[in-house]
């Protein structure tokens, strides 16, 4: 079975300090990790996403994830937090080479920089 | 950029009525799902519709849900008869079986349709 978990429901961030966002997994195989973000009244968009390679995978608006598969983490970062960036986060997991795969979200973390 | 469309934004039903949410996926997407969000909660995989079936479906899809995709472009989750639990925000998604064996397409969502249930 596969999920994820987001142990931080709120993150609190100065704007211009670096944010992490933590993410943790667990699937049978290989993992494919996505990073999505939702807006107030929105839906979900795509930020970034983990299938093979380099461990530090880059995505939208600046933000990047570095995927361990010791410690089965993923968590997002970025260097330099904006205002902007205030949002609800959520970790994801789905089955690779799968044609029809589900994902599974985790819980979500609400990320908040302040001025 | 192309995107998943979902109608209407908000749906406020009886307890007890049926509800059809609409959604218009990516026209060159051939998967399809619904996913739902109750507040303050976490997104939940509802179903997966491929080549005019179903290709999996969570506990929560139970009789009372159905899918259907009338035509070329419409895909659509009824609920047979709706609880006061059925309140959520519900998701459409698509996704491009053409980059299948890359696995590097996500699925696209929807902005989302809030149904109330009173």
């Known amino acids: 079975a596969q999920s994820v978990a987001q142990p931080e429901d709120q993150v609190n961030v100065a704007e211009g300090n670096p944010l992490t966002v933590k993410c943790t997994y667990s699937v049978s195989g290989n993992p494919y990790l996505f990073w999505y973000v939702q807006y107030p009244n929105r839906g979900l968009q795509f930020l970034l996403k983990y299938i093979t390679g380099d461990n530090l995978v880059k995505g939208s608006y600046g933000f990047e994830a570095e995927f361990n598969k010791s410690q089965t983490s993923f968590h997002l970062k970025k260097p330099s937090a904006l205002v902007s960036d205030s949002a609800l986060y959520f970790c994801a997991v789905s089955r690779l080479y799968s044609s029809a795969s589900k994902i599974i979200f985790g819980s979500g973390t609400r990320l908040s920089i302040r001025p | ?118």
């Open chain 2, 1 to 118: 950029e192309p995107e998943v469309t979902q109608t209407p934004s908000h749906q406020v039903t009886q307890m007890g009525q049926e509800v059809i949410l609409r959604c218009v996926p990516i026209s060159n997407h051939l998967y399809f799902y619904w996913y739902r969000q109750i507040l303050g909660q976490k997104v939940e995989f509802l179903v997966s519709f491929y080549n005019n079936e179903i290709s999996e479906k969570s506990e929560i899809f139970d009789d009372q849900f159905s899918v259907e995709r009338p035509d070329g472009s419409n895909f659509t989750l009824k609920i047979r008869s709706t609880k006061l639990e059925d309140s959520a925000m519900y998701f459409c998604a698509s996704s491009d079986p053409e980059n299948r064996a890359h696995s590097n397409q996500p699925q696209h969502f929807g902005d989302g349709t809030r149904l109330s249930i009173l």
